[in-house]
T-cell receptor, first 111, second 113 residues
Framework: NAGVTQTPKFQVLKTGQSMTLQCAQD?????MYWYRQDPGMGLRLIYY???????DKGEVPNGYNVSRLNKREFSLRLESAAPSQTSVYFC??????????FGQGTRLTVV | GDSVTQMEGPVTLSEEAFLTINCTYT??????LFWYVQYPGEGLQLLLK?????DKGSNKGFEATYRKETTSFHLEKGSVQVSDSAVYFC????????????FGGGTRLMVKP
C-alpha cells in the first residue's frame, strides 16, 4: 500500500547546486503532477504528465525540468537552485477524472 | 482556463461550532469536484468528492453538494472538533482540460477547545 512515494523528504542545497526529486506511484495511474507549496499559499502546478512519454508546463515551470521515465516514475530536476525555490514540493498521481493521491512532500531549502 | 476560488482564512471556531468553507469554480467542461485536507506536516488527502451536478459528497461528518447552477461546492460540518484543525483545499478535475487538477488557494481552519 505504498501509494505515492517521494524522495528525499528533506534537502538543503546551496545556491547554484542541482538536484533531482524522485516520485514513484504503484497505482498504475496515467497522470502525474509536481506542485510546490509556499508558506501561506496554495498549491502551484510546476509540471504535469498526462501519460507516459508526455509532459506539459504548469503555472510555474521556470527553473525546473521533468522526466516521465516510465508509467510509475516522474522526476523533477532543479538545474541551478535559487533561494526562490525554497518550498515544499508535492508529487501527485490520478486516474482519469478521479481523485489525486499525494506523496508526503519534500521540504527543500536553498541557502 | 479553469479556476477555483475559496474563502480566505484563517477560520477560527470553537469546538462544536458549525463550519462552512465557501468554494466556487469556473470550468470549460464537466468537472468533478473535490475537497482535500492537509494536516500539519503531511501531504494532501482526499476528504470527499462529487462527480456530477446535485451529487453530495460526505465523509467524517463533512458534506458538500455540487451546485451547477451556482458553480459552487461549499464544505460544511455541523460540529467541528479540535482534530479538524487543518488546511482545506477545494479542487476540480475537468475532462475538457485533459483532466488536469486545479486547486483553490486553501483555507486554514483552527478549532479551539
Amino acid at each position: 500500500n505504498a501509494g505515492v512515494t517521494q524522495t528525499p523528504k528533506f534537502q538543503v542545497l546551496k545556491t547554484g547546486q542541482s538536484m533531482t526529486l524522485q516520485c514513484a506511484q504503484d497505482m498504475n495511474h496515467n497522470s502525474m503532477y509536481w506542485y510546490r507549496q509556499d508558506p501561506g499559499m496554495g498549491l502551484r502546478l510546476i509540471y504535469y504528465s498526462a501519460s507516459e512519454g508526455t509532459t506539459d508546463k504548469g503555472e510555474v515551470p521556470n527553473g525546473y525540468n521533468v522526466s516521465r521515465l516510465n508509467k510509475r516514475e516522474f522526476s523533477l530536476r532543479l538545474e541551478s537552485a535559487a533561494p526562490s525555490q525554497t518550498s515544499v514540493y508535492f508529487c501527485a498521481s490520478t486516474r482519469q477524472g478521479l481523485e489525486a493521491f499525494f506523496g508526503q512532500g519534500t521540504r527543500l531549502t536553498v541557502v | 482556463g479553469d479556476s477555483v476560488t475559496q474563502m480566505e482564512g484563517p477560520v477560527t471556531l470553537s469546538e462544536e461550532a458549525f463550519l462552512t468553507i465557501n468554494c466556487t469554480y469556473t470550468a470549460t467542461g464537466y468537472p468533478s469536484l473535490f475537497w482535500y485536507v492537509q494536516y500539519p506536516g503531511e501531504g494532501l488527502q482526499l476528504l470527499l468528492k462529487a462527480t456530477k451536478a446535485d451529487d453530495k459528497g460526505s465523509n467524517k461528518g463533512f458534506e458538500a453538494t455540487y451546485r451547477k447552477e451556482t458553480t459552487s461546492f461549499h464544505l460544511e460540518k455541523g460540529s467541528v472538533q479540535v482534530s479538524d484543525s487543518a488546511v482545506y483545499f477545494c479542487a476540480l478535475s475537468d475532462l475538457g482540460a485533459g483532466n488536469m487538477l486545479t486547486f483553490g488557494g486553501g483555507t486554514r481552519l483552527m478549532v479551539k477547545p
